[in-house]
T-cell receptor, first 112, second 116 residues
Framework: QKEVEQDPGPLSVPEGAIVSLNCTYS??????FMWYRQYSRKGPELLMYTYSSGNKEDGRFTAQVDKSSKYISLFIRDSQPSDSATYLCAMGAAGTASKLTFGTGTRLQVTL | DTGVSQNPRHKITKRGQNVTFRCDPI?????LYWYRQTLGQGPEFLTY????????KSRLLSDRFSAERPKGSFSTLEIQRTEQGDSAMYLC??????????????FGSGTQLSVL
């Protein structure tokens, strides 16, 4: 079993929809959690960074972390065609620098 | 452009040849990381440097792989005697590590390696 599980999709939604992306993890040592967006043939781009359970909002993006359930989510409101990309969750343990463990990524397609 | 820069963007080589990739991190960042990403998978950690010191290497990094970061600036990743299984996107990332809790990793666009 992988340490981080993420549904690979693809996930197709109409423009304006609310998108929910999720990851589960098994390693209790993970303390900080990130979401990256990756366009085709590009490197991952940091979207959200959280260090504790709860919600964090940034514009149209909301990240949720539930450490008790080992479950994290990213919500995208008012989705746009430019949001079409692969979304990767990533997590790391305290004291391990940024040796991150990534999910496989979920491919999102936002259609007009 | 003040982001992480990687060269070349693409590299095609024949099995058995040596290849070298270069990464220029964000200028004030003290940590530099190498990750590898294969199709349909997330990036996997390979190694990282704090300034010029290589602090950790993943078990994924076989003896054929070597990385350097002379003077704590740019870094190179060399693969000797390439194998078809080395075909992947090699990603470089950098961070400003003031404390672990606040470290955010910024990636370059990667070097896509194809071994024929």
């Amino acid at each position: 079993q992988k340490e981080v599980e993420q549904d690979p999709g693809p996930l197709s939604v109409p423009e304006g929809a609310i998108v929910s992306l999720n990851c589960t993890y098994s390693n209790s040592a993970f303390q900080y959690f990130m979401w990256y967006r990756q366009y085709s043939r590009k490197g991952p781009e940091l979207l959200m960074y959280t260090y504790s359970s709860g919600n964090k909002e940034d514009g149209r993006f909301t990240a949720q972390v539930d450490k008790s359930s080992k479950y994290i989510s990213l919500f995208i409101r008012d989705s746009q065609p430019s949001d079409s990309a692969t979304y990767l969750c990533a997590m790391g343990a305290a004291g391990t620098a940024s040796k991150l463990t990534f999910g496989t990524g979920t491919r999102l397609q936002v259609t007009l | 452009d003040t982001g992480v820069s990687q060269n070349p963007r693409h590299k095609i080589t024949k099995r058995g040849q040596n290849v070298t990739f270069r990464c220029d991190p964000i200028s004030e960042h003290n940590r530099l990381y190498w990750y590898r990403q294969t199709l349909g998978q997330g990036p996997e950690f390979l190694t990282y440097f704090q300034n010029e010191a290589q602090l950790e290497k993943s078990r994924l990094l076989s003896d054929r792989f070597s990385a350097e970061r002379p003077k704590g600036s740019f870094s190179t990743l060399e693969i000797q005697r390439t194998e078809q299984g080395d075909s992947a996107m090699y990603l470089c990332a950098s961070s400003l590590a003031l404390s672990t809790a606040n470290e955010k990793l910024f990636f370059g666009s990667g070097t896509q390696l194809s071994v024929l």
